[in-house]
């Protein structure tokens, strides 16, 4: 079970998708088949369920378009939602059709890891991505992982299992600045480093740097917003929803009605059939069944995608319990089970139907993942933030710059390239872009032409 990332996003010119290609990691192209539960627990007819979400596609378009033209005009606190009801209102739906929209935009938050209610309408053409299509990754990033650090783990020292707790500034501004960096074990000191904690640990002050951040990359810090994306694995013995398990007249009957291939993705919008705090979230689920899609990584899961409020719930349900326990089973199982019941061929108490294993994810309680997910672009509440309007894509350049005059940079998927932000890929590029920068400011680069008047490679000019 993959506990990290999912998804490659974007096959052009992404060094990620070249890279799994070389460490033999499995990608797979997921078809976008879908499968709608109304919140009564009634499927939506295939047609409806189509043109319900190829409407939704059309106004996230029409959305990006907006805000990558009209960024500077648009308010700070206009949400997606907003855009949509607008756009809603101008078509000639009745009331019933622009409600049922407006419950499937609500995927969305699988996207970005919180309630799209919460989604800057301003800020929505930084959500874009690299072109092409999206990979599921079929195994886990390990064999990728292996590869990127092969050159590391063959020729650096790798303390693990090491907190570092301050970074200090040693040495006069700019003048072979030395870089002092304290950790629960020992103290290392360095001529130049890569700070690479999530955005979470920014955010929450985990590291003390001493001076003090420059102002400009502690207001990027404070105006970033981090994501509560949390994923849930179910286990079966077989796959029910896609093969029926008739060992009765009953059953028989139940399957011959039920039987068909369950599609890739299944939504539940609204659930009315859960207790009362579930009944506003809407999940996302994935089946990772299929040979044609997954070969000999197929496998009898379900695979929920919760985000936002019901992220949280879930994880306040498991927190300090034992994922070996049975404790953490019943909790997990008793929250998802009105969910899977639904599916093809389900029948209550049948041993194919019930599960045998189950696995969280808690990153919003494991305090070395920041407490959350990756960056999103919120709106920003003007009654509780009265600040000066944030300019989000100057404080990822702010970040992204990080202090090189004090030897510190900064990189992840907060500091990557405007088109791959908050994902796997741009933490690879904002890695890479700044070994080039170090390397340039040391003259060992072969094109130093790339550089700017400071001799640090401009990372712009590198991608974009």
Known sequence: MRRGPNWVHGTENNPIVKIAKEANSRLCLIDDT?????????????????????????????????????????????????????????????????????????MWGAFIGDSWGRQSLKWFWLEECLDGENLFVAESHKSILRHVAENALLHADVHLSTSVTSIESKGNKGENPKVLVR????????????????????????????????????RAISHASYSRLEKVYISFPVAFWDHPTPTSKV?????LIE??????????LHPQYVPE??????????????????????????LFHTYG?????????????????????????????PYYSLLPNYIAGH??????????????????????????????????????????????????????????????EHTAPFVAVATTTGAYWSGES???????????????????????????????
């Open 34 to 106: 879908t499968r709608v539960y109304s919140p009564h627990g009634l499927p939506w007819s295939d047609e409806k369920a189509t043109a319900g979400f190829e409407e939704v596609w059309n106004i996230l378009l029409d959305a990006f378009k907006y805000s990558n033209e009209s960024c500077p005009s648009i308010t700070s606190g206009a949400s997606l939602k907003d855009f949509f009801k607008a756009k809603l209102a101008e078509q000639s739906l009745d009331p019933e059709s622009q409600d049922q929209i407006l419950l499937l935009a609500e």
């Open 351 to 412: 041993p194919d139907c019930t599960p045998i294993a189950v696995l969280a994810t808690n990153w919003q309680n494991d305090d070395l993942a920041g407490n959350g997910s990756y960056m999103n672009f919120q709106i920003r509440n003007e009654v509780n933030e009265p600040t000066e309007e944030a300019m989000l894509d100057e404080d990822i350049r702010a970040m992204r710059k990080g202090m090189p005059e004090r030897g510190i940079w900064f990189a992840g």
């Open 183 to 218: 950790t629960n074990k020992c103290n290392f000191e360095f001529d130049e480093i890569v700070v690479t904690v999530p955005l979470g640990c920014l955010k929450r002050d985990t590291i003390k740097f001493k001076p003090p951040v420059l102002p400009e990359i502690s």
């Open 309 to 337: 409020p019901c992220a949280t719930h879930v994880t306040s349900l498991i927190d300090r319990v034992s994922p070996t326990s049975s404790e953490y089973f019943q909790a997990i199982n008793d929250f998802f089970c």
């Open 434 to 464: 700044v070994g080039i920068r170090i390397l340039g400011a040391y003259g060992l680069l072969p094109e130093p032409s790339t550089a700017g008047p400071s001799g640090v490679i401009d990372i712009k000019a590198i991608r974009f």
């Open 277 to 302: 705090e579930q009944k506003s979230w809407t999940l996302e689920l994935v089946t990772l069944s299929s040979p044609n899609l997954f070969g000999d990584r197929a496998q009898a899961s379900l």
């Open 259 to 268: 039987a068909s291939m369950c599609p890739s993705f299944v939504h539940y």
């Open 251 to 255: 059953m028989r009957a139940k399957s």
